[in-house]
């Protein structure tokens, strides 16, 4: 009695290339996650932060949120012309950041999560 048998080639590049999908998924996830927590504690923490002179809030309602490239960037900043100075300071005043040391809290749980998913 003869055999027959059927088999599907390409199965493992179908299999890789879902799984590739699945990943960038879960990125995207991550990266709006982190973003969008990034701006959130930044408006948090707006009105602690700008102490000195004269606060009319402006600093906190301008701090945005974007993404691009498909959702694998994430982009938290300040909208204000004179934003860079508070968050660097000038010869004349001292800096007042309030974007660098909530992304630098982020950042390893935001790498931690991504080797997650990569590995």
Do not use: C, W
């Amino acid at each position: 009695m003869a055999r027959v048998s059927y088999s599907i080639k390409g199965l493992d590049k179908l299999e890789q290339g879902l799984l590739k999908r699945a990943q960038v998924e879960a990125i995207k996830t991550i990266v709006k996650k982190h973003t969008t927590e990034l701006q959130q504690k930044a408006m948090a923490n707006a009105s602690s932060t700008y102490v000195k002179g004269y606060s009319t809030g402006a600093t906190k309602k301008s701090i945005g949120i974007g993404f691009e490239d498909g959702g694998l960037t994430g982009i938290t900043g300040l909208g204000l012309s004179y934003d860079p100075y508070l968050e660097t300071g000038t010869r004349f005043m001292a800096a007042e950041p309030l974007l660098k040391p909530l992304f630098n809290q982020r950042k390893n749980m935001f790498i931690s999560e991504i080797k997650k998913v990569v590995e």
